[in-house]
């Protein structure tokens, strides 16, 4: 288990639940010494125990010592978070069991404790009572004991008397236990077995290798995040050139289409033919069309599309100044504000200036007044776009003609999938329908 419960033993300090060690004494001072801090962190902590005395520290002495450093240990004793009992009486009570029973005694006694409120069970055994005929099965059930309390929330520490172990026997007890502590000048020293050294050396050397691999994996994130700063930086600054380039462009497009409508203008005026003048004055719209996306995308944040509704209502002032019919012919344009493609709107800008240029110069003749109403509506939700041009002039003749401006609609209509119609009557409806 990785949860570490604390042993009280300076020498030892927290290890994890499930532990099995021991200690070689001389002396019930040395019993005292590691045993009371022992039980008195197990009882800070909320846990049961279990302590089972042999000389040469008696049960009577052995609570004698606790009550020194735990006040209340006789109200503890009393609600049974500790028991405190002679081997004695101990053997008596259990008899002879194997190992097995033994172990199995135990675990029920840490379930008990568990379903009792306690966080663990604690507990320690004197083998000062064993005869050397014992000794066989008792490291038998030793031996055992490290595998079955691995998993349990368990803590158990085996006293073995220095005085009455051999070599051999002191060999035994360390193998079977995780580690020993012994009494040396005074001082408690950590004796841990082969295979316990043996483990931690591999957890060593793995947690070595596991920190250089971490602190080579961490470098090479380090590079790999600044390889992807900078890249990052460099498509910032591409964007950016290309946002600036893009708007450039556009400016640049915007002059050029103004010189060309310059130059258009100029030629009109010097044409006497009427005819002539009114082609010149056609094309001056549509450049102005084209002209306003140019402005309109040169003002705008994004540089590739345009405020469709803005951009009407900049095309409606400039169409009606363009035929002089300010003051007698209104335009009103009802548009949602939502952003347009330049792919879509220079067409659409090119045909609303057809359909708007149309209505201003015949929808009112005579010098008539009257309305005009501009309406767009971007596909949404599978429904189509609609841009759409009402006058309620004096309608459109029953059959509508076929000229270069109505052919130009038609033309422009299919780059953006649309489809056009005419509608006469009290006035006359033009209507463009695309995408969706």
Known sequence: ???????GIPAVGSIPWGSHFCQFYETADDLVDTLVPYFKAGLDANEQCMWVTSPPLRAHEAL???????????????????????????????GKLGADEVIAGWIRRKEQALARGYDGFRLTGNTYFLEAEDWDSFTEYEEKVNDCFCDHRVLALCSYCLAKSSAGDVMDVVKNHQFALARRHGDWTLIENGALKRAKEELRRANEELERRVEARTADLSAALAVLQQ???????????KDVLLREVHHRVKNNLQIINSLLTLKALRSSDVSIREAFNDTLRRVTAMSLVHEALYQHEATSEIDFGRYLRALCDALVDSFGVAGRVSVAVAADGAPVHLDTAIPL???????????LKHAFPGGAAGHVVVTFRRPHGGQPGVLAVRDDGVGAPATPGNGTGLRLVQAIA????????????????????YGG
């Open 64 to 94: 004698d010592a606790l009550r020194n450093a735990v006040p209340d240990a006789d109200a503890r004793l009393k609600k049974g978070q500790i028991e405190i009992v002679d081997h004695g009486d101990w053997y008596l009570r259990t």
């Open 1 to 7: 288990m990785s949860e570490l419960a604390n042993t």
């Open 349 to 359: 800008g090119l045909i609303a200036t057809e359909a708007l240029g149309n209505a």
């Open 414 to 433: 299919k780059q953006v999938g649309g489809r056009v119609d005419i509608a006469g009557g009290q006035g006359t409806t033009f209507t463009l329908s």
């Open 231 to 241: 890249t990052t930086a460099n498509l910032e600054r591409a964007v950016a050139d």
